[in-house]
């Protein structure tokens, strides 16, 4: 069955620290995989995206991604948060044009 | 360029009652995606909409239905309210090139069963 599995569920960080969100997934055959943002009180927003190609992805806000295969992960990372990086990040996973899956959620709050 | 739109923003409803909720995709979309986010919980698949088709279904009862227009714009319906059903629905939308689709989601309608 089609899985993805976030690791940490809240997480911590003072303004200027390292991020690191993990994520792994289960899938069968070509996979796309995705990170998605809540920010409080607004929709999901596409961070970054992976398809195909190079396996270290940049997304919007400084985000960036790496997809190792040998160990069905795409975590996400940036060197330095902020205080508006606080919000909900969701790993994703599909084959092609279906369904979505998703993890759990990480809950992430920036102290300043 | 609007995004995904949907309505209403939010819903009241009581157990046993029927409820359809709408979205329109952004443009130059056609397939159309609904999810249920539980609280503290990832968006959970329920079905896609491509060409006024059911294309693929997610773990979700009957109760739940949809439908969508020659405009591509859809509803979800869901028939015989359970308090469990409370969540925020999401719509997302998707353009024709299937090998590389990214969902865009709307800003969901929250759904309270009393």
């Known amino acids: 069955a089609q899985s993805v599995s976030q690791h940490n569920h809240h997480v911590i960080l003072s303004e200027a620290a390292s991020l690191e969100l993990g994520c792994n997934y289960s899938?069968?055959?070509?996979?796309?995989l995705f990170w998605y943002v809540q920010y409080p009180g607004q929709h999901l927003q596409l961070l970054l995206k992976?398809?195909?190609?190079?396996?270290l992805v940049k997304g919007i806000k400084g985000f960036e991604a790496e997809f190792i295969k040998s160990k069905f992960s795409f975590n996400l990372r940036k060197p330095s948060v902020q205080w508006s990086d606080t919000a909900e990040y969701f790993c994703?996973?599909?084959?092609?044009?279906?369904?979505?899956?998703f993890g759990i959620g990480t809950k992430l709050q920036v102290i300043p | 360029d609007a995004g995904v739109t949907q309505s209403p923003t939010h819903l009241i409803k009581t157990r046993g009652q029927q409820v359809t909720l709408r979205c329109s995709p952004k443009?130059?979309?056609?397939?159309v995606s609904w999810y249920q986010q539980a609280l503290g919980q990832g968006p959970q698949f329920i079905f896609q909409?491509?060409?006024?088709?059911?294309?693929q279904r997610g773990n979700f009862p009957d109760r739940f239905s949809g439908h969508q227009f020659p405009n591509y714009s859809s509803e979800l319906n869901v028939n015989a309210l359970l308090l469990g059903d409370s969540a925020l629905y999401l719509c997302?939308?998707?353009?024709?090139?299937?090998?590389?689709?990214?969902?865009?989601f709307g800003p969901g309608t929250r759904l309270t069963v009393l």
């Open positions: 992976y398809f195909s190609g190079d396996p």
């Open positions: 997302a939308s998707s353009r024709p090139d299937r090998t590389t689709d990214t969902q865009y």
């Open positions: 443009s130059g979309h056609d397939t």
């Open positions: 994703a996973a599909s084959g092609g044009y279906q369904k979505v899956t």
């Open positions: 909409y491509y060409e006024e088709e059911e294309r």
């Open positions: 899938y069968g055959g070509t996979v796309n």
